[in-house]
DNA sequence: GTGGTCTACCCAAACGTTTGGGTAGCACTG
DNA sequence: CAGTGCTACCCAAACGTTTGGGTAGACCAC
């Protein structure tokens, strides 16, 4: 009578158990492990009636009712700054996918890196009975982490590291690295670096790596030159017009610690009427999608963003077998484009 | 001796009662309905007591065993293309805050515009057993949504419409012919159209909106002067190159009915050497943050998209009371910015 | 003092699984 | 032929809720 979905879709281990004249542990036992546990449940002959009736009925198991008498969801919780941000987003999508590969479901909430959404999101999954969580938006000062250890949380870091915690990564300081060697090969002697928040240890480590190897190199650079801004397109903006507008010797190079913040970088230098690759150099990170197709392609520095969404999977799933794992680092790539090469090209070209 | 996560975590309606020496079906009716069904089923002071005792243990309802006792999973199930396009980024950030605000919780997949994807993940949303799905991905063929009809499984359309569903979608055809009436009086006579995948509602509706539009202005623009591509910037750019190097005259103004496809469609233009705004005109769709903040700003139709991912909400709450809701096509804004705007500019700038 | 209407509860069954612990029957073994 | 060890099952309890249906007692009216 009732016309909820149930299209056939209803139809319980209990019903197989009846039409097959067994008792519904039996084809629990049989559907459930592949044939570690269904070897001394079933003759092989019964195990196949029972498995191809499944199949016939279309049986699918009741998820809640599972978790209710195991106590694991199946559930993982990812918490992010905000999904808008392309390169969480893209994140998510390796947590996705390799979640699903081993048998969860992944629930997404943002947190706008605010430390009470963050407490709300965390409690609302938590209340959803997520099996573990995966932390995104990490702050430095790491509080609320150590509240989660306290109770016992299963939880693993992903995109920002804290010491202490297990975390997926990219290995940001070595991006850093890559991106001060690139530009003092370049010839550039006077840098300016747009640093991003100072509580994410992304912009932490990269604006760190940059600094450590530019001066290992010789350089010098004055705290002056570092800027600490928002994450995104307008924050750069703003960044990069402090840049100029400090009275300071202008910069022939800028590193921006975040793609859409070099974005916004090139738009401040545009609108002095500067060019972008002939006149200041501008690397960004993490190689979004767009960084090669700008009009001044962006030089920029790759992470491998859906790695390290599947790889925080895999570390959940070791927290969730009981184990420690350490935290994993992959490694950066740079790409060097028009907007740190085009002045080398230009001189060249005039030989 | 189990060390999971019960650090006072996992207290139930039956340690309560017992706490209190009430029955658990007394606790249960206080806790859950507001005040409607609390009256009658104890006295204000009992219910005072339980919702005390409640705040003070730090209950929290376990939503496994509701709804394998209610059928209800307070579960929406979102597809989408995929989440590191920005635009359902943000329609998924509507629906994520709008189902919290009545209960639900979100769950999304990438369906990647592959129907057998798309299948694969709506069953396993399915699996989950999700109240209702949003599908952000519909094609225009539509026959995934006849099959979700026959299975009586509630769905709503976001982003894309099919003619005969609810749908909460940007008013493309409006978007469209404010484009086209953009052009006309800019003074643009000579256009061409990046118009996206054709089995996507906004891609057809924008491109037949700024068609009809262009040519009741007296317009004239042929069907070569439509290129189909994929929404993202590759597909833009090569759309772009092939409009150049048709042999056609070249235009002097393109709509790309996506953000990302102008952009590509810029660098096309301007590896021939083009100025985009000045030697020929770009306009976009969706005026993600990006459109303000490029070197050249973009000319875009906005459209409300984390409202079209509120209403979407609205919408599948409406479908599971049992009710039919109509489509609703949100108001689309026309942002114009140098990049179709800089000619004028330019030109009122000699004078 | 019987009947009726409240109030404020209690009771028990159900939802669909999983799982520890049987056990009946059979084949061997010594 | 008692004992041992399988195999192939069955049984029942449990997980934490929700909900339709009681019912004991109090109060009131007639």
Redesign the pocket.
């Known amino acids: 009578m009732k016309e909820k979905a149930d299209g056939g879709g ?8 009846r039409e097959l ?9 049989v ?3 592949g044939s570690d ?1 269904a ?9 196949e009636r029972v498995r191809e009736l499944a199949r016939k009925r279309g ?4 998820p ?3 978790s ?4 694991r969801t199946k559930l993982l919780g990812v918490i992010v700054p905000r999904l808008s941000d392309l390169v969480l987003a893209i994140m998510y999508e390796g947590i996705d996918e390799a979640s699903a590969e081993v048998g969860y479901s992944a629930f997404v909430m943002n947190s706008r890196d605010d430390p009470n959404e963050q407490r709300r999101k965390i409690d609302l999954m938590l209340a959803r009975r997520v099996d573990g969580l995966i932390i995104g938006d990490a702050h430095l000062d790491g509080g609320l982490l150590q509240e989660l250890t306290d109770r016992k949380v299963p939880f693993v870091l992903m995109n920002r590291r804290v010491t202490g915690y297990p975390s997926a990564t990219c290995d940001d300081v070595v991006g850093g690295e890559l991106v001060a060697g690139h530009l003092w090969k370049m010839g550039h002697r006077q840098v300016a670096v747009i640093a991003g928040e100072p509580y994410a240890s992304t912009a932490v480590d990269r604006t760190a790596g940059f600094l450590d190897r530019w001066r290992s190199l010789g350089g010098t650079i004055s705290d002056d030159d570092v800027v600490w801004s928002r994450f995104d397109t307008a924050g750069g903006r703003e960044a990069g017009e402090k840049i100029l507008s400090s009275g300071r010797p202008r910069p022939t190079a800028i590193f921006a610690v975040n793609d859409f913040a070099a974005i916004g970088a090139m738009g401040a230098l545009r609108a002095r009427g500067l060019t972008v690759g002939l006149d200041v150099a501008v690397v960004g990170y993490n190689d979004t999608s767009l960084a090669a197709e700008l009009p001044i392609p962006l030089t920029s520095v790759h992470s491998p963003m859906a790695d390290i969404g599947r790889t925080a999977v895999q570390l959940i799933q070791a927290v969730l077998r009981g184990e420690k794992p350490e935290p994993v680092q992959l490694e950066p790539t740079l790409f060097v484009r028009e907007s740190s090469a085009a002045r080398a090209a230009a001189e060249m070209a005039a030989n």
Chains 1, 2 share one sequence.
């Open positions: 209803t139809v319980t281990l209990k019903d197989l158990a004249g067994v008792h519904p542990s039996t084809v629990s036992r559907l459930h492990s546990v070897k001394g449940a079933a003759s092989a002959a019964t195990a049986y699918s198991p009741d809640q009712a599972a209710l008498r195991t106590r």
